[in-house]
Structure formats: structure tokens, C-alpha cells
């Protein structure tokens, strides 16, 4: 049986511009063999891969090529579907090319998949058009990895200092070298130069001055690796194009359990952070179904059920499928939502809740039910609620208060997550910026794993501050609506 190398562009760093074919075969691979500059998420598109670190340091080559040469031809040769992830774009700089012709020499099957280069995202992101009708028509890309002093240059220089548009990769450690060979090559001192360091990432940094002086600005400004030159008249355009994310360059630690926090950390990206996915709390089985199965199978005895989170949506909706039923068992109660992002879950299960409040609060929802009507009794009056193990008990107590009769089954348990207490301890000491807690549990396991948080504390709603306050935490924004849209409004506002 034969396997099939990947050649697969990661591109420029933000794990949202790789392909949609990239994406296909990393869920697929066997094999991940990645590079050093790939996005931590990335790998997350391969859960079941055996992952490979074959990423090289600066100055290493041979060795570290033929090793990766050895992992793509065995594992392929083995029946395995490999990926070798690389930055950028495979074909470009990346020596997509020599391995390609080596896995056809060794008759292995593989197939290219092109990646978005930081040659051209990297100016992008920093609003730099590598072309332009006013300043640039063409461009030049090359690689600042040779070494322009040395005796003969495979560079053509003049080619270069004429471009209207010259980009270097990999040029940072020559960069002084790289400016003097373009002066002696006729380009202007005073020609618009820019270096954007980990263009995409949220640690992004442009610097921008003119060519004679770019190298002494970067110095200044400790800019490092990876990064990309850029030198024409476009750079200026940048002045009028560069755009800043309200979190830029912030580091926000979550604390939501895995498999929730994606959208949480998708939000933060998109508003400029870097987000540290380190679960203080995951969501484990009750100790026994026996409960919530009854429940499920009597739920044609309550006029209501009320769900005050989406992972007691997911656990109830697990347990009506493993019965055997379906979304029939809702036919005869009406249903309610604590708010959006619990009602989207019941969409997804092909269930339309009745009753959500304007507020996303278990308080506000229990005033949307307000007191049960003088002719209703027996089933109408009586409320479900599947919720956690040990979680308040306000709810259930407010509606029996109103005249409603409630009945609590544990449809789950929320426990420490303690898989991820190394890496979160290694991340708080690095420095974080932010933390931001979705519910008070998320705050208790916090303290019990790390401690007191480090700087500006986000809280989902006034339930999960009250929790934080209790154990003595500082909460510096509390979203006014419960939602993580609202919790990422919340951090910015405070930010």
C-alpha cells in the first residue's frame, strides 16, 4: 500500500488565510511534518496525526533537510497520507521544489498545494500594495538569506535597485548588507523602506523610514525574525491604509474548556490579540446517566424545560439520540433559552426555543417566566432543568418562589482541567495582558491552577464578576450582554 506526500502552504502566520485544500488534507494526514513558523491551530486541523517538529533554525540546512527528507519518504512508503507543512508558500523560498523533486525520484506519489506567501501578505497586512497604478507597475522578490558581500552573487542588484517594487524574505540578519548593496546599485537613500516583523501574527510590527536609515531603525526597535523588507514608493501608501486592531499586540489568556473555546479565541484574533488557549475547566459525564435518562423519557410530563447553557443542551441532546429518540420528545413542552448562544444550540438539534429573555441572565429569565397562571396546575406548572453538578441554585429556587414547580437533574459535571497547568504557568510567567472568564467555575479553577490572574480581568456577565469577587479577583469589564461577542467588547472597552 502507498502513501501520498502533501506539499502544503500554511501561509503567512493568521491560521485563518490557509486554503480551504490545505485544510482538507491536514484533517485527513497521517503525518504532520511542520516547520517552526507554522500557527499552533493549524496542527489542531490534524486531532489524530502524529505531529513531526521538523522546523529549522537559521543557519541550519543539510542536516536538518536530509532529516526531513527521511520523514516524508518513510512515513509515505509506509502507506501514510503525510502533510509537510510549510510557511508561506512552498514554491517560494521554501524548498517546495527540491522536495518535490525528490519524492518523484523516490517514486513517491505527492501533490503541491499552494499557500499564501508572506512575500505578499506580509505588505498587505501592514497596507502596503506591492503594486500600484501610481507608484509601481511590477515587482521584485527575493531572498535576503544570501549573502550579498560574498564573492559572486546569484542577486541580480541592479535588477533590484531598479525594481519599483523590490521585497526581500529572510533578510534580517543582512540587513545592513542588504542596504548597501541596494545604494551601490544606484537605488535612491531616500527611497520609502518598511520591515514588518510576523506579519499576520498578532505580534505584528511595522517599521517604516527610508532605505539609508531602515537598518539603524530596526536595530533601535529590537525587531526580529521573521520578517519582511519592502522598498518603493508603495510604502508610503501605508500611511493612508494601515489599519490597528483594538488588541493588537495583546497577549488574553482563555480559560474555556477546549472544546468550546474556538469561537472565543476566533473573536480575540480578529480583534488584533494573540489568544492562549489554556482550559482551566472541562466538562466530564455525570456519575451516572440514570437521572437524565429518566428525565428524557418523562419529558411529556413537564409543560417546560428550561436550559440555562449550552452544555446542558449538548448533554440533554446527547441522551435523547443514545434512547433512541429524537427531536419528537420536544413535541409536547415548550422550551427555554437563557440566550443566544444556547438557543443556537437547540437550533442545531432542530429545536425553536419559546421563551428567550431580552437579557442573557438566569435572572432574567427567570422574570420572562413570570407566575404561572390561576387556572394552570399539575404538568403545565412543572419545569425540567438539566444543569451542572453543584451549580447554583437561584434559578429553580426563583421560579418555585413564582409558583412554578421545578425538578433539577445533573446533566453534567464541570471539574478542573488540570492537562494544560505546565504550559498556562509557562504563559503567565512569559507575561498575558488579559484573562477572560466565561463563568465563575472558570474563575475558581483559575485560582486553583495559577493563582490571583495577571492583568485586566474580562467577565462574562455579572453572575461569573460576582464569582471573581468572591475569591478576591479585580474585574476590570463585565460584558453588558452575555455573550462572547459582548465579552470581547467588554476587554476592548477596558483595553
Known amino acids: 500500500m502507498s502513501g501520498i506526500v502533501y506539499l502544503v502552504g500554511a501561509g503567512p502566520g493568521d491560521p485563518g488565510l490557509i486554503t480551504r485544500?490545505?485544510?482538507?488534507?491536514?484533517?485527513?494526514?497521517?503525518?504532520?511534518?511542520?516547520?517552526?513558523?507554522?500557527?499552533?491551530?493549524?496542527?489542531?486541523?490534524?486531532?489524530?496525526?502524529?505531529?513531526?517538529?521538523?522546523?529549522?533554525?537559521?543557519?541550519?540546512?543539510?542536516?536538518?533537510?536530509?532529516?526531513?527528507?527521511?520523514?516524508?519518504?518513510?512515513?509515505?512508503?509506509?502507506?501514510?497520507?503525510?502533510?509537510?507543512?510549510?510557511?508561506?508558500?512552498?514554491?517560494?523560498?521554501?524548498?517546495?521544489?527540491?522536495?518535490?523533486?525528490?519524492?518523484?525520484?523516490?517514486?513517491?506519489?505527492?501533490?503541491?498545494?499552494?499557500?499564501?506567501?508572506?512575500?505578499?501578505?506580509?505588505?498587505?497586512?501592514?497596507?502596503?500594495?506591492?503594486?500600484?497604478?501610481?507608484?509601481?507597475?511590477?515587482?521584485a522578490i527575493a531572498t535576503g538569506h544570501e549573502d550579498p558581500t560574498k564573492g559572486s552573487s546569484a542577486l541580480d542588484w541592479q535588477a533590484l535597485a531598479r525594481a519599483p517594487t523590490a521585497v526581500f524574505l529572510m533578510g534580517m540578519e543582512r540587513l545592513p548588507e542588504i542596504v548597501a548593496s541596494l545604494l551601490a546599485a544606484g537605488q535612491r537613500p531616500d527611497r520609502p523602506a518598511a520591515v514588518i516583523e510576523r506579519a499576520t501574527w498578532p505580534q505584528q510590527r511595522v517599521v517604516r523610514s527610508t532605505l539609508e536609515k531602515i537598518a539603524d531603525v530596526v536595530r533601535r526597535a529590537g525587531v526580529s525574525s521573521p520578517a519582511v523588507l519592502i522598498v518603493g514608493d508603495v510604502v508610503s501608501v501605508a500611511e493612508r491604509l494601515e489599519r490597528t486592531k483594538p488588541l493588537a499586540g495583546k497577549r488574553v489568556f482563555v480559560t474555556r474548556t477546549r472544546t468550546q473555546a474556538g469561537r472565543l479565541s476566533t473573536l480575540l484574533r480578529e480583534a488584533g490579540a494573540e489568544a492562549l488557549e489554556f482550559p482551566a475547566i472541562k466538562i466530564v459525564p455525570p456519575s451516572s446517566w440514570g437521572e437524565l435518562d429518566r428525565a428524557v423519557a418523562e419529558l411529556h410530563r413537564f409543560g417546560w424545560i428550561a436550559f440555562t447553557s449550552t452544555n446542558a443542551v449538548d448533554s440533554?441532546?446527547?441522551?435523547?439520540?443514545?434512547?433512541?429518540?429524537?427531536?419528537?420528545?420536544?413535541?409536547?413542552?415548550?422550551?427555554?433559552?437563557?440566550?443566544?448562544?444556547?438557543?443556537?444550540?437547540?437550533?442545531?438539534?432542530?429545536?425553536?426555543?419559546?421563551?428567550?429573555?431580552?437579557?442573557?441572565?438566569?435572572?432574567?429569565?427567570?422574570?420572562?417566566?413570570?407566575?404561572?397562571?390561576?387556572?394552570?396546575?399539575?404538568?403545565?406548572?412543572?419545569?425540567?432543568?438539566?444543569?451542572?453538578?453543584?451549580?447554583?441554585?437561584?434559578?429553580?429556587?426563583?421560579?418555585?418562589?413564582?409558583?412554578?414547580?421545578?425538578?433539577?437533574?445533573?446533566?453534567?459535571?464541570?471539574?478542573?482541567?488540570?492537562?494544560?497547568?505546565?504550559?498556562?504557568?509557562?504563559?503567565?510567567?512569559?507575561?498575558?495582558?488579559?484573562?477572560?472568564?466565561?463563568s465563575g467555575s472558570t474563575v475558581r479553577s483559575f485560582v486553583e491552577l495559577w493563582g490571583k490572574p495577571p492583568g485586566v480581568v474580562a467577565a462574562m456577565g455579572p453572575r461569573t464578576a460576582a464569582a471573581a469577587e468572591e475569591l478576591g479577583v479585580r474585574v476590570d469589564a463585565v460584558a453588558a450582554t452575555q455573550t462572547l461577542e459582548g465579552l470581547v467588547a467588554a476587554l476592548v472597552a477596558a483595553v
Open 316 to 438: 440533554f441532546w446527547s441522551r435523547v439520540l443514545a434512547t433512541g429518540r429524537d427531536a419528537r420528545v420536544f413535541a409536547d413542552v415548550r422550551v427555554a433559552s437563557v440566550g443566544s448562544a444556547t438557543a443556537e444550540a437547540l437550533r442545531a438539534c432542530g429545536i425553536v426555543p419559546d421563551l428567550i429573555p431580552p437579557t442573557f441572565t438566569s435572572e432574567a429569565l427567570a422574570e420572562a417566566f413570570g407566575a404561572p397562571r390561576s387556572h394552570m396546575s399539575g404538568r403545565a406548572v412543572s419545569v425540567l432543568v438539566p444543569r451542572a453538578a453543584g451549580a447554583p441554585d437561584d434559578f429553580p429556587k426563583t421560579l418555585e418562589a413564582k409558583g412554578w414547580r421545578c425538578r433539577e437533574v445533573t446533566a453534567y459535571e464541570t471539574v478542573t482541567d488540570a492537562d494544560s497547568v505546565d504550559a498556562g504557568r509557562a504563559a503567565l510567567d512569559a507575561g498575558v495582558d488579559a484573562v477572560v472568564f466565561t
Open 21 to 139: 485544500r490545505g485544510a482538507e488534507v491536514l484533517q485527513r494526514a497521517d503525518v504532520v511534518a511542520y516547520d517552526r513558523l507554522v500557527h499552533p491551530d493549524l496542527l489542531r486541523l490534524a486531532p489524530g496525526a502524529e505531529l513531526v517538529d521538523v522546523g529549522k533554525q537559521p543557519g541550519q540546512s543539510t542536516a536538518g533537510q536530509a532529516r526531513i527528507n527521511d520523514v516524508l519518504i518513510e512515513h509515505a512508503r509506509a502507506g501514510k497520507v503525510v502533510v509537510r507543512l510549510k510557511g508561506g508558500d512552498p514554491f517560494v523560498f521554501g524548498r517546495g521544489g527540491e522536495e518535490a523533486e525528490l519524492l518523484a525520484e523516490a517514486g513517491v506519489a505527492f501533490e503541491i498545494v499552494p499557500g499564501v506567501t508572506s512575500a505578499i501578505a506580509g505588505p498587505a497586512a501592514a497596507g502596503i500594495p506591492l503594486t500600484h497604478r501610481d507608484h509601481a507597475s511590477w515587482a
